[in-house]
């Protein structure tokens, strides 16, 4: 009978120690998790950062076979710097959050959306053809004008100029998007808040 006990007692310590061990294990691995998901994301607008964007364009290119198919855009807002200058940097930021907020609403399911950096954001437009990718990015100016942004009791109209180029065959995703920051730097030379194909 005193074996059985000890041998009872020592099996419920182990069982304890297994759920401690298993309790710990858990913990670290939500922690791994979180982690990895914080090194992805801009933690301004909780939008993928760039990381998390090359690692898209990655997977995307990868297996998709039909660069035709496919659109990058860039957009960067218009007189960011003046916005930043005159009302604060929290305004700023508040401007940042604003535009990912109504471009996530404004884009499809199948969009991915990214915080490029500073006050630029990329977008991928998979079966997307040129024409089409330059009237997302038309559309989603309309929508901006009609959601004013607030920065106190002060209307700000933001506006943005982008640039967009549709995938060619044997072309990274780098060099898409090369080509549509190209077409933003001259959408903004030619009077801003404009969108041009690349």
Not at 27 to 55: K, S, V, Y
Not at 68 to 82: E, P, S, T, W, Y
Request: with cysteine.
């Amino acid at each position: 009978a005193d074996a059985t006990e000890r041998e009872l007692r020592l099996a419920c310590r182990l069982l304890a120690q297994i759920v401690r061990l298993r309790r710990k294990i858990r913990t670290r691995a939500e922690i791994h998790e979180r982690l990895a998901r914080e090194a992805m994301t801009d933690p301004l607008t909780g939008l993928p950062n760039r990381r998390a964007w090359d690692q898209t364009i990655r997977e995307r290119l990868g297996g998709s076979g039909q660069p035709g198919r496919l659109c990058v855009a860039i957009l960067d807002i218009d007189n960011f710097k003046k916005l930043n200058d005159r009302l604060g940097h929290e305004a700023g930021d508040r401007a940042l959050v604003h535009l990912a907020d109504v471009t996530r609403r404004s884009l499809r399911p199948s969009d991915t959306l990214a915080r490029y950096g500073g006050e630029e954001f990329v977008v991928l437009m998979p079966d997307t053809k040129l024409e089409q990718g330059i009237e997302v990015m038309a559309r989603l100016q309309r929508e901006l004008t009609k959601a004013i942004y607030m920065a106190g009791n002060e209307k700000i109209l933001i506006t943005f100029s982008a640039g967009v180029a549709q995938l060619a065959a044997d072309e990274s995703g780098t060099e898409a998007i090369r080509r549509a920051d190209q077409a933003m730097y001259l959408a903004k030379r030619a009077g801003k808040n404009r969108v041009l194909g690349a």
